[in-house]
């Protein structure tokens, strides 16, 4: 039995988001311990792209506001985003003294939902 999207058209595939142009995502979020010193969140933030994002090929968006959440996803020409990325991020994220409740959510469709 062919599945629909093997039928489909590499183009139509692609824009479509589906088969090999499937994206995944992951949520994460974590709230501050305390009142934290607005120098040591912005010092927390960038070590936190530095090296748990792009030093993975990874990219995110989001930040600080109440709290600390955002959305990351794979980079341009890296390897599709995996659970490993997901504990890589979260241990990352869990060894912060400014944060506690660190959540990492599941991989998730990137284009799901955007109809």
Excluded: C, Y
């Excluded at 959440?69 to 341009?76: E, R």
């Amino acid at each position: 039995m062919i599945r629909a999207n093997e039928r489909l058209h590499r183009r139509t595939k692609k824009g479509q988001h589906v088969a090999q142009f499937q994206e995944f995502t992951f949520a994460v979020e974590a709230r501050f311990r305390g009142a934290p010193d607005k120098d040591k969140l912005f010092a927390m933030m960038d070590d936190f792209i530095d090296i748990a994002i792009e030093g993975n090929g990874l990219v995110f968006g989001g930040g600080l506001s109440d709290a600390f959440s955002g959305w990351v996803s794979a980079g341009a020409g890296s390897p599709p985003l995996g659970d490993e990325h997901r504990a890589l991020v979260g241990a990352w994220l869990t060894q912060q003294t400014l944060l506690e409740d660190v959540v990492v959510g599941p991989l998730k469709d990137a284009w799901d939902d955007l109809d």
